[in-house]
Nanobody, 126 residues
Framework: QVQLVESGGGSVQAGGSLRLSCASS????????MAWFLQAPWKDLEGVAD???????RIRDTVKGRFTISVDNAKNTMYLQMASLKPEDTGMYYC????????????????????WGQGTQVTVSS
């Protein structure tokens, strides 16, 4: 059974940094596709960053240059390094894992992911 556990969220001031972690059990992080999604207040769930089995990653334009997605195979953990945080980055961040190798466009769709973590809250104050 796949279990994903996020951590690292918190409250920071604008300009601050956080590193979110997604520890995986029952699933090898470099096997297929994984992603980070954001549920911002009053908005739909949207992809922030995703990475495929080959390590090819994508960062959403609004956070490009500030966020980095990575995996540590030895720790079986995926990360989202967040810098220069803005109030609009506020929300619940979820990690997700697919049981197949998703294509470029498929990795954007939450419905294509089979396992989800419980979420970690990030609050950025101005």
């Amino acid at each position: 059974q796949v279990q994903l556990v996020e951590s690292g969220g918190g409250s920071v001031q604008a300009g601050g940094s956080l590193r979110l972690s997604c520890a995986s059990s029952g699933y090898i992080v470099s096997s297929y596709s994984m992603a980070w999604f954001l549920q911002a207040p009053w908005k739909d769930l949207e992809g922030v960053a995703d990475i495929d089995h080959a390590g090819c990653s994508r960062i959403r334009d609004t956070v490009k240059g500030r966020f980095t997605i990575s995996v540590d195979n030895a720790k079986n953990t995926m990360y989202l390094q967040m810098a220069s945080l803005k109030p609009e980055d506020t929300g619940m961040y979820y990690c997700a894992a697919a049981e197949t190798r998703l294509g470029w466009w498929s990795r954007l769709r939450p419905g294509n992911y089979n396992a989800w973590g419980q979420g970690t809250q990030v609050t950025v104050s101005s």
